[in-house]
């Protein structure tokens, strides 16, 4: 099946610095891709729209200067989130439509971000 | 826009009995619905998704599910679970791309 690594798995950093998470799809191409935020037994909330060759399309509430996001080829969007704060620590998933597949997603391992 | 509900936050089990998750959705339009698993520290797996067709929809682990659309619903199942089970579940639908996750439910295996 259609595989999506996300890198790194988990992150600790300092409060005021930028960490980037990637999200590879491995073994097919993806125009578009999606960005979760899932808070401690919550479920997952959509951040944004990853669109290859265009801009992100961000969901209300989230601030696009805090979390950049960046679609640089079909099988890699990054998103960095910038100038961290504790506030930011959660649990970053990535998916991806594989095109044919009926609208099912796959999704990345996830990322666990702490920021201390 | 459509949401979904699920209605059990945590559901406790004795291994090799069964377990049933609910699972209530809103939408306008026709939606594809889906269940997925995610266990500790991991991303999600898909279980099993209802696009068309049968409304009882089998899928991996033993799981299936079926869909209502009189009652919109898409109650998910197991006939005996094993601990292996324990994860979070959760419940999605969408009709495009963009999937509307519920809040998931916690099932826990006991021996």
């Known amino acids: 099946g259609a595989v999506v690594s996300q890198h790194p798995s988990r992150v600790i950093c300092k409060s005021g610095t930028s960490v980037k998470i990637e999200c590879r799809s491995l073994?097919?191409?993806?125009?578009?891709m999606f960005w979760y935020r899932q808070f401690p037994k919550q479920s997952l909330m959509l951040m944004a729209t990853?669109?290859?060759?265009?801009?992100?399309?961000?969901e209300q509430g989230v601030e696009k200067d805090k979390f950049l996001i960046n679609h640089a080829s079909l099988t890699l969007s990054t998103l960095t989130v910038t100038s961290a704060h504790p506030e930011d620590s959660s649990f970053y998933i990535c998916?991806?439509?594989?095109?044919?597949?009926?609208?099912?997603?796959?999704f990345g391992q996830g990322t666990r971000l702490t920021v201390v | 826009a459509q949401s979904v509900t699920q209605l059990d936050s945590q559901v406790p089990v004795f291994e090799e009995a069964p377990v049933e998750l609910r699972c209530n959705y809103s939408?306008?339009?026709?939606?594809?619905l889906f269940w997925y698993v995610q266990y500790p520290n991991q991303g999600l797996q898909l279980l099993l998704k209802?696009?068309?067709?049968?409304?009882l929809v089998k899928g991996i682990n033993g799981f299936e599910a079926e869909f209502n659309k009189s009652q919109t619903s898409f109650h998910l199942r197991k006939p005996s679970v094993h601990i292996s089970d324990t994860a979070e579940y959760f419940c999605?639908?969408?009709?495009?791309?963009?999937?509307?996750f519920g809040a998931g439910t916690t099932v826990t295996v006991r021996a």
């Open positions: 998916s991806a439509p594989v095109e044919g597949m009926n609208t099912e997603a796959f």
């Open positions: 073994d097919f191409q993806a125009t578009t």
């Open positions: 990853s669109n290859e060759g265009s801009k992100a399309t961000y």
């Open positions: 939408s306008s339009v026709s939606v594809y």
């Open positions: 209802y696009l068309s067709g049968s409304t």
């Open positions: 999605a639908v969408t009709n495009d791309y963009k999937l509307s």
